[in-house]
């Protein structure tokens, strides 16, 4: 049996799922302002259901959502609440680990918005608020090469494992890129040649992940590297190239959590071994996965 780790699921549609305090712009946020019960909550149900690595719920815990004078106020605070929930609840399970989330300073899927010294400035913040409480790091929705520089240059002084995870355009192609238009052949290029080796794709569909993974490993085996892959979809439906994430939520689909499964098969069949959810896979789609990994081990 390959290795396969257990990530968990969309911390935003859980906490609207289990009657957390959720609405535009503030998203998962509202819940670490008004209820942090309820993330306490969320987290655990996904541990519950299987995860082995659980990220925490600093997502929203940028301008973008927060606003501009609430992010100087509280958003460093926040974060650092995000990560000792995540952190406290870990504590009583001695084999789950609490990735710190480093989200998209700009906003999700907006690689035109992107400023690279102020993505630089929020990145150290959520950084500096969360490292006392993380055992790893994890880059989320990265939507072009520069983003990922960028996070890079903040997570390099850092002695915990760091994985960049790649949002990808909602199309299936031959060639499959990322929301940029930058190819993944490209964008896995460039992480290498910046010496890291551990690489995501999530919140997009999952019809598209397939075709992500198998760029990733023949771009690694054409230069002969090792590199640790994964994947975490959303159960949304196809995000527009201008988006705009705080004027509506993003309708959902209706993936069960067997059509999951099927997908995250094929994923690992191609060489992924970290699985999970993003937007809208919630605990059921992890506990199948769980039982799944329970069945490989037999």
Same mark, same amino acid.
């Given at each position: *049996?390959?290795?396969?780790?257990?990530?968990?699921?969309?911390?935003?549609?859980?906490?609207?799922?289990?009657?957390?305090?959720f =609405?535009?712009?503030?998203?998962?946020?509202? #819940?670490?302002?008004?209820?942090?019960?309820? @993330?306490?909550?969320?987290?655990?149900? +996904?541990?519950?259901?299987?995860?082995?690595? %659980?990220?925490?719920n $600093?997502?929203a815990? @940028?301008?973008?959502?927060?606003? !501009?004078?609430?992010?100087?106020?509280?958003?460093?605070q926040l974060?650092h609440?995000?990560?000792?929930?995540?952190k406290?609840?870990?504590?009583?399970?001695?084999?789950?680990?609490?990735?710190?989330?480093?989200?998209?300073?700009?906003?999700?899927y &907006?690689?035109d918005l992107?400023?690279?010294?102020?993505? !630089?400035?929020i990145?150290q913040?959520?950084? $500096?608020?969360?490292?006392?409480?993380v055992?790893?790091? *994890?880059?989320?929705?990265?939507?072009?090469?520069? !983003? +990922?520089? $960028?996070?890079?240059? @903040?997570? $390099?002084s850092?002695?915990?494992? =760091?994985?960049?995870?790649?949002?990808?355009?909602?199309? %299936?192609?031959?060639?499959?890129?990322?929301?940029?238009?930058?190819?993944v052949?490209?964008?896995?290029?460039?992480?290498?040649?910046a010496?890291?080796?551990?690489?995501? +794709?999530n919140?997009s569909?999952?019809?598209?992940?397939?075709? #992500?993974?198998?760029?990733?490993?023949l771009?690694?085996?054409k230069?002969?590297?090792?590199?640790?892959?994964? @994947?975490?979809?959303?159960? +949304?439906?196809?995000?527009?190239?201008?988006?705009?994430?705080?004027?509506?939520?993003?309708?959902?689909? =209706?993936?069960?959590?067997? !059509?999951?499964l099927?997908?995250?098969?094929?994923?690992?069949d191609?060489?992924?071994t970290?699985?999970?959810g993003?937007?809208?896979?919630?605990?059921?789609?992890?506990? &199948?996965?769980?039982?799944?990994?329970? =069945?490989?081990?037999?």
């Amino acid at each position: *049996m390959k290795p396969l780790t257990l990530l968990d699921g969309g911390m935003g549609r859980e906490l609207k799922r289990i009657g957390a305090p959720f =609405s535009q712009p503030l998203w998962s946020a509202q #819940a670490l302002i008004e209820s942090p019960q309820h @993330v306490t909550h969320a987290h655990q149900r +996904f541990i519950d259901a299987g995860a082995e690595v %659980i990220i925490t719920n $600093s997502y929203a815990c @940028v301008p973008f959502h927060l606003g !501009e004078e609430r992010y100087r106020q509280q958003g460093a605070q926040l974060a650092h609440l995000a990560a000792k929930l995540a952190k406290d609840v870990s504590l009583k399970h001695p084999n789950v680990h609490v990735a710190g989330c480093l989200p998209p300073p700009m906003g999700s899927y &907006r690689p035109d918005l992107f400023d690279k010294q102020r993505a !630089e400035d929020i990145y150290q913040t959520l950084y $500096s608020a969360q490292q006392d409480h993380v055992d790893l790091w *994890m880059v989320e929705t990265l939507s072009s090469i520069e !983003e +990922f520089q $960028s996070a890079q240059t @903040v997570l $390099s002084s850092s002695t915990l494992p =760091s994985y960049y995870a790649f949002s990808l355009q909602d199309t %299936i192609k031959e060639a499959a890129c990322i929301r940029s238009g930058e190819t993944v052949t490209d964008a896995i290029q460039a992480v290498i040649n910046a010496g890291e080796s551990k690489f995501l +794709f999530n919140c997009s569909m999952p019809e598209v992940m397939l075709q #992500a993974v198998v760029d990733a490993k023949l771009c690694a085996a054409k230069q002969g590297k090792e590199i640790e892959l994964g @994947v975490y979809a959303n159960n +949304f439906t196809a995000i527009d190239p201008d988006h705009q994430a705080n004027t509506l939520f993003q309708a959902e689909r =209706s993936v069960s959590p067997d !059509e999951y499964l099927r997908f995250a098969q094929q994923w690992y069949d191609a060489g992924a071994t970290i699985i999970g959810g993003c937007c809208g896979i919630g605990p059921e789609h992890i506990k &199948r996965l769980s039982e799944w990994k329970a =069945s490989l081990a037999s």
